[in-house]
């Protein structure tokens, strides 16, 4: 079966940083998503990788490895504002997005 | 302000009862989409549309039809409601259909059905 698995919850701390992992296993792969979801409201799209390697924009950065099945969101200099549950997306052989269950970021003064 | 209207926000639905959830889109997106999010699990797709005249079904498509008639509007309906498609129902687009291009989603209908 296909499957994504991000840790359930994360804990950090204003001004720091934290890494979001993302592992995934589907029949094939065309690209990875992170997108970000305040409560009660709707995603909202963050980043896309197709290549292996660093993908950065402005406090957010995403990385790839496809040989390992693996992602991460970094989100550096962390505001009470990125409190949110991060969402990661792969697309199968069928070009359809598998979501992660999501990855809810508790930001502390 | 372009974007993606749902309607409606909120409802709560008798079991057996009819339900049609809208969506419009004014970003002349080619691709739209219904999801289901529920606690604890990832979003899953009930049925796309890859342009106008066109539909798919996802990985949960019992119990629900769509149409799309025109660019801009995508329903989705619920044909005789049951207490588990109680959920929150996000409708979405995209430029093109696949997995290239990111989503934009609308903010979503919250369904209770009892």
């Known amino acids: 079966g296909q499957n994504i698995d991000q840790p359930t919850e994360m804990t950090a701390t204003e001004g720091a940083i934290v890494q979001i992992n993302c592992t995934y296993q589907t029949s094939g792969f065309n690209g990875l998503f992170w997108y970000q979801q305040h409560a009660g409201e709707a995603p909202t799209f963050l980043s896309y990788?197709?290549l292996d390697g660093l993908e950065e924009k402005g406090r957010f950065s995403s990385f790839l490895s496809r040989s390992k099945g693996y992602s991460y969101l970094l989100l550096k200099e962390l505001q009470m504002k990125d409190s949110a549950s991060y969402l990661c997306a792969v697309g199968d052989s069928n070009y359809q997005l598998i979501w992660g269950a999501g990855t809810k970021l508790i930001i502390k003064p | 302000i372009a974007g993606i209207t749902q309607a409606p926000t909120s409802q709560i639905l008798a079991a057996g009862r009819r339900m049609t959830l809208r969506c419009t889109q004014d970003?002349?997106?080619?691709?739209m989409y219904w999801y289901r999010q529920d606690l604890g699990l990832g979003l899953r797709l009930i049925h796309y549309s890859n342009t106008a005249g066109t539909t798919g079904k996802g990985e949960v498509p019992d119990g629900y039809s769509v149409s799309r008639a025109n660019t801009d509007d995508f329903p989705l309906t619920l044909a005789s409601a049951v207490p588990s498609q109680t959920s929150v129902y996000f409708c979405?687009?995209?430029?093109?259909?696949?997995?290239?291009?990111?989503?934009?989603f609308g903010n979503g209908t919250r369904l209770t059905v009892t």
């Open positions: 979405a687009s995209s430029d093109v259909g696949g997995t290239n291009s990111p989503l934009h």
């Open positions: 970003m002349r997106h080619n691709a």
């Open positions: 990788n197709v």
